[in-house]
């Protein structure tokens, strides 16, 4: 890792366990973090309420922006409460969990607000080590991403992405090692149902982040 130590960096964060443990990441490297946490029509409000608590507690600078017009351009289980959500992949096609054009406008929103404010480092949350499928979270789209950005608006962005090659498993790991998991495990909110810390418990989200922390707690 270089030394960021004199620069900023921006934070895609919602509040749950993968974007606070990317949070405090950040905060180990760069001079300053900033909290970015996006409301587009998601099933409950509870997420942005808790992201702003979670920055609050780790003393970080916080904004919401408001993206609704995402919810209203596909069909998708996180955005449409009439919806059905899929509780695991299928077999021809993507999760209806999956938000099109999300990770694309959330990363476009970031770098021209980290332009206006001669921010150069995004970071982000994705992985594709261990995922429902998402296509806008895997490596090759982050870096086309980056490359595109940076031609866009004449800007050496560098987006970041601590969790790409870690499953669930590895990080929690990751958590522990910067010394936050207590705060991961209680204090954040991963599931698409809005309850805090261990969830519902049966949403995708829930299943993913359990079955992870139940991996290292055994090999702990």
């Known amino acids: ?18 974007s606070t443990t ?13 909290a970015l946490c996006f409301s587009y029509g998601q099933r409950h409000s509870q997420e942005v309420e808790n992201a702003e608590r979670i920055a609050k507690i780790s003393n970080t600078s916080f904004r919401v922006l408001d993206t609704g017009v995402i919810s209203h351009l596909a069909p998708n289980s996180l955005t449409t409460l009439s919806m059905i959500m899929d509780s695991e992949k ?9 938000v099109p054009g999300r990770n694309l ?22 992985s594709e080590a261990d995922y429902s499928g998402y296509p806008d979270c895997r490596d090759t789209f ?3 991403a980056n490359a595109t950005l940076n031609l866009a608006m004449d800007k050496q962005f560098v987006i970041h992405t601590p969790l790409m090659w870690r499953n669930k498993k590895e990080v929690w790991q990751l ?16 599931c698409y149902n809005g309850i805090l ?24």
């Open 1 to 18: 890792m270089k030394d960021y130590s004199k620069e900023d960096a921006l934070v895609l964060f919602s509040g749950g366990q993968d």
């Open 22 to 34: 990317c949070l405090y990441w950040a905060k180990q490297y760069f001079r300053n973090v900033h």
């Open 90 to 98: 299928p077999a021809d096609s993507y999760p209806n969990t999956f």
């Open 105 to 126: 406008l959330f990363l476009t929103y970031a770098a021209t607000i980290a332009y206006s404010q001669d921010i150069r480092h995004i970071v982000t949350g994705v």
């Open 142 to 144: 982050i870096r086309s």
């Open 175 to 190: 958590a522990d090692e910067i010394g936050v998991f207590e705060i991961v495990k209680n204090e954040t909110l991963t």
């Open 197 to 220: 810390a261990e969830g519902c418990g049966h949403c995708p989200s829930c299943v993913l982040r359990n079955k992870g922390l139940k991996e290292y707690l055994d090999e702990r």
